[in-house]
């Protein structure tokens, strides 16, 4: 590594990530703007539009999801999360000076300027764009619905101890553009995956949270963190118990199969490990916590996958 600032390092990114060792010199700023190098922000985006893919697909008695919307989903989720960061880091350059954590980020750092980030910003968006009209009408204006949601976001932190419920309106969009994507209209099965998908992203953004509240009270940040203090563990479960809940309601009104459930409550049973291994002065261990809601994502679209294969077999 040099001692170009092009070359530096994001310090909360982990060591010998793709971006470090792969991205050429020019593209490694934009690359870490974006968070290319912690691909959790996508995958967290991600999981709430294929469970609602494999959800609608079950419903409809077939055997699998829609496999080009899963691809655009995936590309979307890419997009999207890499523009809602940009936006965010422009919005938080001098907050994120102030924390450090963030500090090394590509703005505050020098890395990029407001001017190329803005550029930047728009052409992910200009990806996400063109992936939204590949869906039907109804997916497309619901897509655009949920522009307010991401455009308020970087502000609630100033006005809300809550922002991370704001987090969950916009991340958990996903439950309700899968179902819209197969049916080109919604139900209430996928407004009770999307209402648990915020539940359970203000439970794993709490834990992610906890990571700066130091830093974060000396700023002015507030956080569901800072304000459930050291009953943070009991929050996060009570979270996470609402989101398996709504889960669950949700495989109800989708006639959803036995698997589904199974998977869910192995799901359920890690984030139960989650809140059990919460130690609130480690921030090393706060971040894996935090990242292993991937596996989480996955363990519950096995289920659901799982159950859509024999439910179609069984037809």
């Known amino acids: 590594m040099t001692n170009s600032p092009h070359a530096s390092q994001v310090a909360d990114a982990a060591r010998g990530n793709v971006v470090d060792r792969f991205a050429p010199p020019w593209l490694k700023p934009y690359a870490r703007l974006a968070r290319w190098d912690r691909p959790i922000g996508w995958q967290l985006l991600l999981l709430p539009c294929w469970w609602s893919a494999v959800l609608a697909s079950g419903a409809a008695n077939a055997p699998l999801p829609n496999l080009w919307h899963c691809l655009l989903f995936f590309i979307g989720a890419v997009a999207m999360r890499g523009a809602?960061?940009?936006?965010?880091?422009?919005?938080?350059?001098?907050?994120?000076?102030?924390?450090?954590?963030?500090?090394?980020?590509?703005?505050?750092?020098?890395?990029?300027?407001?001017?190329?980030?803005?550029?930047?910003?728009?052409?992910?968006?200009?990806?996400?764009?063109?992936?939204?009209?590949?869906?039907n009408p109804f997916t497309i204006l619901l897509g655009f619905c949920s522009l307010g949601v991401v455009a308020a976001y970087p502000f609630m932190k100033r006005i809300t101890d809550w922002p991370q419920s704001v987090l969950g309106l916009a991340f958990s969009w996903g439950a309700l553009m899968g179902w819209a994507a197969w049916f080109g209209s919604l139900s209430v099965a996928p407004v009770l995956l999307y209402a648990g998908g915020v539940a359970w992203t203000i439970g794993y953004d709490t834990i992610y949270a906890l990571q700066d509240k130091e830093d974060d009270a000396i700023v002015g940040v507030r956080s569901t963190a800072r304000l459930f203090g050291d009953r943070a563990p009991l929050y996060v479960g009570f979270f996470y118990a609402g989101a398996v809940a709504l889960f669950a309601a949700a495989l109800l009104?989708?006639?959803?199969?036995?698997?589904?459930?199974?998977?869910?409550?192995?799901?359920?049973?890690?984030?139960?490990?989650?809140?059990?291994?919460?130690?609130?002065?480690?921030?090393?261990?706060?971040?894996?916590?935090f990242k292993s809601n991937w596996p989480f994502g996955l363990i519950f679209l096995a289920g659901l996958l799982l159950d859509g294969l024999l439910g179609a077999a069984g037809t």
Not at 86 to 105: C, F, M, P
């Open 253 to 289: 009104f989708a006639q959803a199969g036995p698997l589904a459930y199974i998977g869910l409550a192995a799901g359920a049973a890690q984030l139960g490990w989650q809140v059990a291994r919460i130690d609130l002065d480690d921030g090393a261990l706060q971040l894996r916590l």
């Open 84 to 135: 809602g960061c940009t936006y965010n880091d422009i919005v938080d350059r001098d907050l994120d000076a102030g924390v450090a954590r963030t500090r090394s980020r590509p703005i505050p750092s020098g890395q990029v300027s407001v001017i190329k980030a803005k550029i930047f910003l728009l052409l992910q968006a200009f990806v996400g764009l063109l992936v939204l009209l590949a869906f």
